[in-house]
């Protein structure tokens, strides 16, 4: 994806409610929000899309963003199906960095397939510069 695109990005909260509602701002914004909570505008409404499973999908542009749920209307959470950070202020939120980049799973690779990489000092052995097995 280009950088400065716009992204979308599911969000996802685990847990028994009658309602969640997700606040979510670029990093650093929500400090001034967690002091402004109470008042409680601009949430975005997540839907039940199976018993304790709650989502939403929203468009973003590439950033740091922390979030964070309100359940119920009254108790902020962090979600389990996302990364956390404790803010300075010692409080847990949930953050993601956009673009979100695609993992390697490096125990798919077949390393045996990779020549070794040898320095002009040493012979064909199981040595390397980056691993030595001696």
């Known amino acids: 994806m280009a950088s400065g695109g716009a992204n979308t990005y599911r969000f996802l909260f685990k847990g028994n409610a009658s309602t969640v509602q997700l606040s ?37 542009n590439d950033g740091v963003y922390h979030f964070m749920f309100l359940v119920d209307s009254e108790k902020w959470k962090c979600s389990s199906k996302h990364g956390r950070t404790v803010m300075s202020s010692g409080q847990s939120v949930n953050y993601i960095e956009l673009p979100v980049l695609q993992t390697i799973d490096y125990g798919s690779l077949a ?9 002009e000092e ?12 001696c």
Do not use: N, R, Y
């Open 122 to 133: 040493q012979s064909t052995s199981c040595c390397s510069w980056l691993f030595c097995c």
């Open 111 to 119: 390393f045996e397939d990779v020549p070794l990489i040898q320095s």
């Open 24 to 60: 979510i701002a670029h990093a650093g914004g929500l400090h001034e929000q967690l002091a402004g909570l109470t008042d409680k505008e601009g949430l975005i409404h997540l839907t039940e899309v199976k018993k304790g499973l709650w989502e939403v999908t929203q468009s973003l």
